[in-house]
């Protein structure tokens, strides 16, 4: 079994996330109760501690907060924080996009790819 | 907290790389050469404090290999910091009654054990709940760091050639240090065309990967001025955390700016007060930014501070690093804590190698983060004084 499997059953907690993104469906966790959405996905809302929390489709855009091209991997990739539309900040990977395209500020959409174990990641690439 | 208790030894294993020692060994040694240090001997420790560097669960497995008869333990672990949270934890025991003369141990061989350079992977469990969110997409400790410098960058114009300047101090102040693992001085150029290896991160603003350890004795201070040794007084001491805070990312700080706040409150002194700081350098960018969050300068001003060699040893407002730092001499168990202790220890003793010793330290800082910046972390901050 991969380590992400063996993550994702560890936490059932998050379980529709990962089955609703294989659908090609991307999924943000939000509060009904402070109405604020919120990034990693969690049963208790982390900004008012409700357990009213909700799956809601999220639009897969947003803007680079930062990035860094790990260079001494085979082959380079992109590791970046994206600020999604909606508001949090999440770590990800920048795929399809060429190194010198990069820099913080600029657009980028969802981008589902399935990582070395074959399990879809929700990635993102330049608009 | 302020004044209750005191460092009264201090030791760095002088080795960088250990084969032929165990880790329990090494813990022993660095235990020993701490005690010789402070004039006491093994059965006056009734206190131990470890990190997660220790071989088996917490503090058992070397409390037993020592033979030792405690009173309290700690294992509190946040990383490379927790050596500095120990000696606030050690100083709060020492308040409450609770031991007399605390032992804190580092050690590690990663150096002999081959762990791969550039791109180390964090301690992970899978029932971590970031770990799915993070793992998959390639995180390395070197790569979130290079997010902080690189937002950074981006947020205050802070240049490469900056951070370069904090690896060129390093390796000034290691040339004194006989047993530092890099003791030939490097310029600006040579840090700038070493290889990128997560941009803006260049292999020469990463810390070294080394063998050994360090031990540090702290006391109650009526046993610490019976001892013949410098006196050194724990005058304040802060630790805090810093997260994702659900999406509210924010990477160009670090939670020193809560544990330096809280550390100089308790001590009743001001960054300027402060003659000397080791600050943790587990990268450049480490070192930029808990200067900006201390207070040693204003938040985005880092770059300049650290430029054209402010950093070094007489010529700046603050020498920093003067043992050669994690980037040039030692950071045993990919945990640069202890050696931030110490070398502030030796600092207020006035027992640095002349070249860097500064004069008239009576007010120094050991600071340290634990777990990576661009996710989460701990950070402990000491001010330490010469009575």
Known sequence: MSALQEALDHQPENRKFWTELAEGRFLLKYCNSCQRAHWYPRAICPHCASQETEWRPASGRGRIYSYSISRTASPPYVIAYVTLDEGPTMMTRIVNTPFDALAIGKPVELAIERGEDGIPLPLFQLV | MTGHAYIVGAYEHPLRKAPDRSLAQLH??????????????????????????????????????????????????????????????????????????????????????????????????????????ETPFGMTILNTYAMCAKRHMHEYGTTSEQLAWIKVAASQHAQHNPNAMLRTPVTVEE?????????????????????????????????????????????????????????????????????????????????????????????????????????????????????????????????????????????????????????????????????????????????????????????????????
Not at chain 2, 38 to 49: E, P, R, V
Not at chain 2, 198 to 218: E, N
Not at chain 2, 358 to 371: K, Y
């Open chain 2, 28 to 133: 022993g040694e660095v235990a020993l050469g701490a005690l010789a240090d402070a004039g006491l001997s093994k059965n006056d420790i009734d206190g131990y404090f470890c990190g997660g560097d220790v071989p088996g669960t917490g503090p058992f497995s070397m409390v037993d290999y020592l033979n030792l008869k405690v009173r309290h333990v700690d294992s509190s672990n946040i990383g490379g910091a927790s050596y500095i949270l120990h000696v606030n934890h050690a100083a709060q025991a020492i308040a409450a009654g609770k031991c007399n003369v605390a032992l804190i141990t580092l050690a590690g061989r990663p150096r002999s054990e081959g762990v791969p350079k550039g791109g180390l992977k964090r301690a992970d469990s899978p029932a971590q709940p970031d770990y799915a969110w």
């Open chain 2, 191 to 387: 840090v700038m065309h070493s290889p990128l290896v997560a941009d803006p991160l260049h292999k020469l603003d990463c810390c070294i990967v080394s063998d050994g350890g360090g031990a540090v004795i702290v006391t109650r201070p009526e046993i610490a001025k019976s001892l013949r040794r410098p006196l050194v007084k724990i005058r304040g001491a802060a630790e805090s955390v810093k997260h994702m805070a659900g999406g509210d990312i924010d990477l160009t700080y670090s939670a020193g700016r809560f544990s330096g706040a809280a550390a100089f409150a308790e001590a009743g002194v001001r960054p300027s007060d402060i003659k000397y700081a080791s600050l943790y350098d587990s990268f450049t960018i480490t070192v930029l930014i808990q200067l900006e969050d201390l207070g040693f300068c204003e938040r985005g001003k880092g770059g300049a501070f650290v430029a054209d060699g402010k950093l070094i040893s007489g010529q700046g407002p603050l020498a920093v690093n003067t043992d050669g730092g994690g980037l040039c001499n030692n950071h045993p168990a990919h945990r640069g804590g202890m050696t931030k202790i110490i070398e502030a220890v030796r600092q207020i003793r006035g027992e640095a190698h002349p070249a860097v010793q500064v004069g008239g330290c009576d007010l120094a800082v050991a600071h340290g983060t634990g777990g990576m910046l661009g996710t989460r972390h701990g950070s402990a901050t000491l001010v330490l004084e010469r009575v």
